[in-house]
């Protein structure tokens, strides 16, 4: 490359980044369910009182029928209950309790309830609003639920049981706001959903068929795959909201969609670089996308009934897998652009994934967007 196109592309390369740390903090700041401040709509994320180990009922808060002191936590703050404190245990049970004092307003109050896992009973004072599976004998289910609440006193009970899932009890912040702004909010969240998933699916049929008629080349079957597993890995708030195959088998199909993707962006990446160099680097990657595929489906149903201690090695391999996809799609695609200019936009958005993988890993448990489709990585890819 000619030291005039070595300056342009370090010049383009720059701005890119410029931008893609701005829509970062954008989304981190003004998209976060722990951070974003709004007169309308408000996060319940902070100053929950938990009981580890115990469910407890609203009538044994109020007699004071406590056999263990609560702690107070933010939700988010442990992915299970192994993660909490003095407790090794990733399957067990919980209690989440909190008490809002709301003032009059002319709409009802309503809070969007996101899925909790694997089984609940959410009350309301001392009324039970919603059920989702059982706790004895144990059976798996989740959605998310838009829970309504009065005005004045409104105590929050949430009994919660994991026997089957790497997530246990509540991990994603419930929201509080006024009838007409909480379904504002989940019109325009299902709206931009749909609209990235069908839109995506749109080209994956189009890539697909020229794939077909053209020669097959693989980019256009890889890139038409990848937008088939994105189209599917972000069709999940319809599925939580419609409560459809609400077990294990609707998570497997999430996750397992996700590492397929993965996979196709670096199927993607080694197809435009072309690089004997990285060979070795890409084969791994490939393989270890291909292996997170797999254990989406053999963890859940083989290894954590058996070994529930497993689901702590599964979280290391998890952090592990994008640490490592995440700093050989930045690598490889900025080698790339610069052995070779032909493929530079399309490298470009690979380098972009990777560190949207990269941010999801280091803000993990401090960040869930509140509208915008999926976590940093997944942004990148609905822009």
């Given at each position: 490359m000619k030291t005039k196109s070595k300056i342009k592309f370090l010049l383009g390369g720059a701005a890119l980044i410029s931008l893609l740390l701005l829509l970062f903090y954008a989304a981190y700041t003004y998209d976060n369910k722990y951070t974003a401040h709004s007169d309308k709509i408000t996060s319940l994320s902070d100053h929950w009182e938990y009981c580890a180990g115990h469910l407890y009922t609203p009538e044994d808060f109020h007699a004071g029928d406590l056999t263990i002191s609560s702690e107070l936590i933010y939700i988010g703050e442990f992915g299970g209950f192994s993660g909490t404190r003095d407790n090794s245990e990733p399957f067990g049970q919980a209690t989440y309790h909190k008490i809002l004092e709301l003032k009059n307003i002319s709409d009802p109050w309503a809070m969007i309830l996101p899925e909790i896992f694997s089984a609940s009973k959410i009350y309301v004072n001392d009324q039970c609003v919603a059920e989702y599976g059982d706790f004895s004998p144990y059976s798996m289910q989740t959605g998310n639920s838009l829970i309504f609440l009065p005005s004045g006193t409104a105590e929050i009970t949430i009994l919660?049981?994991?026997?089957?899932?790497?997530?246990?009890?509540?991990?994603?912040?419930?929201?509080?706001?006024?009838?007409?702004e909480i379904q504002r909010l989940i019109a325009v969240q299902l709206l931009l959903y749909g609209l990235f998933c069908f839109f995506s699916l749109g080209i994956s049929i189009a890539s697909i068929s020229l794939w077909r008629r053209r020669g097959r080349n693989l980019l256009h079957i890889h890139y038409g795959l990848?937008?088939?597993?994105?189209?599917?890995?972000?069709s999940y708030p319809f599925v939580h909201w419609l409560r459809l195959g609400s077990g294990e088998l609707s998570y497997i199909a999430e996750d397992s969609s996700y590492y397929a993707m993965v996979l196709c962006i670096t199927l993607l990446t080694g197809q435009l670089t072309?690089?004997?160099?990285?060979?070795?680097?890409?084969?791994?990657?490939?393989?270890?996308?291909?292996?997170?595929?797999?254990?989406?489906v053999l963890f859940p149903y083989i290894l954590f009934?058996?070994?529930p201690q497993m689901i702590l090695v599964y979280g290391w391999l998890i952090s592990l897998f994008k640490l490592y996809i995440?700093?050989?799609l930045i690598a490889a695609s900025l080698a790339g652009m610069i052995h070779n200019t032909r493929n530079i936009w399309l490298l470009y958005g690979n380098a972009m994934f990777g560190a949207g993988i990269f941010a999801d890993l280091l803000t993990g448990g401090t960040y869930e967007p509140s509208v915008l489709p999926g976590w940093m990585n997944m942004h990148l890819l609905s822009w």
């Open positions: 919660t049981a994991n026997q089957s899932h790497y997530y246990s009890g509540m991990i994603y912040p419930p929201l509080l706001g006024p009838l007409s990848l937008c088939l597993f994105f189209s599917i890995h972000i072309r690089m004997r160099k990285l060979q070795l680097f890409h084969k791994l990657a490939v393989g270890i996308s291909g292996t997170m595929i797999l254990s989406s009934p058996v070994i995440s700093l050989y």
